[in-house]
Structure formats: structure tokens, C-alpha cells
């Protein structure tokens, strides 16, 4: 089992950027294809990208291809999610979560594991 904690949240303006940060403890991320998915309220739990383990590939949403990024820090155990060009409908909870089974990038969020806690990303228009 891996903890994760995210961090980096808060408010900013439409085009406005955040960095999210995962950090992990217990094992080594770089073993773990790890996701990001965000919740919106009264809505369902939405993929928004992963890196696959012990590589660099990525795969996104169709919804903020071209304006987030996923990038990984093996010696800080650490992903992030960049975030460009925020819009008001990227406001939601944003959580991290690690899949150590899979050999391909899942969206499935029930192929994760493991979740962080989340952290409230709100964009004002």
C-alpha cells in the first residue's frame, strides 16, 4: 500500500495556472502507473490523466488535453499535475491515486488502489 497526500490547491482565475503535487510514502511511485481524476459535486469521479509506470507516457482526457500535464520526480517520490488555462468547469476536487497492477494507463478510477485525500481546486470566472 502506498499513502499519498496532494497538495497545491486553492483559487485562481480563469487562465490562471496551479501545479498539483502527489507525494508518496511507503513504496516507490515510480512502480505505479499513477492517475489523477477530479470530482465536481454531484457528479461522478472523472479521469483526467495518468503516467505509466517506470516510463514517462502519458495519457489524458479529452478535456484538458493541450492544457495539463503530468510529470513525475522519482528522487522526491512526487507526481504533478500542471495545470494551464484553467477554466470554471476544472473546478473540483482533485485526487491522486496509484495502480500497481495494470501494464497500460487505465481511466477506470476502480483499477486504482490507492487515493490521496483530494485537494479543492476552484477557477472564478
Known amino acids: 500500500q502506498v499513502q499519498l497526500v496532494e497538495s497545491g490547491g486553492g483559487l485562481v482565475q480563469t487562465g490562471g495556472s496551479l501545479r498539483l503535487s502527489c507525494a508518496a510514502s511507503?513504496?516507490?511511485?515510480?512502480?505505479?502507473?499513477m492517475g489523477w481524476f477530479r470530482q465536481a459535486p454531484g457528479k461522478e469521479r472523472e479521469f483526467v490523466g495518468a503516467?505509466?509506470?517506470?516510463?514517462?507516457?502519458?495519457r489524458y482526457a479529452d478535456s484538458v488535453k493541450g492544457r495539463f500535464t503530468i510529470s513525475r520526480d522519482n528522487a522526491k517520490n512526487t507526481v504533478y499535475l500542471q495545470m494551464n488555462s484553467l477554466k470554471p468547469e476544472d473546478t473540483a476536487v482533485y485526487y491522486c491515486?496509484?495502480?500497481?497492477?495494470?501494464?497500460?494507463?487505465?481511466?477506470?478510477?476502480?483499477?486504482?488502489?490507492?487515493w490521496g485525500q483530494g485537494t479543492q481546486v476552484t477557477v472564478s470566472s
Open positions: 491515486a496509484a495502480d500497481g497492477r495494470s501494464l497500460y494507463v487505465s481511466r477506470n478510477k476502480d483499477n486504482y488502489n490507492d
Open positions: 511507503g513504496r516507490t511511485l515510480s512502480s505505479y502507473t
Open positions: 503516467i505509466l509506470r517506470s516510463s514517462s507516457y502519458t
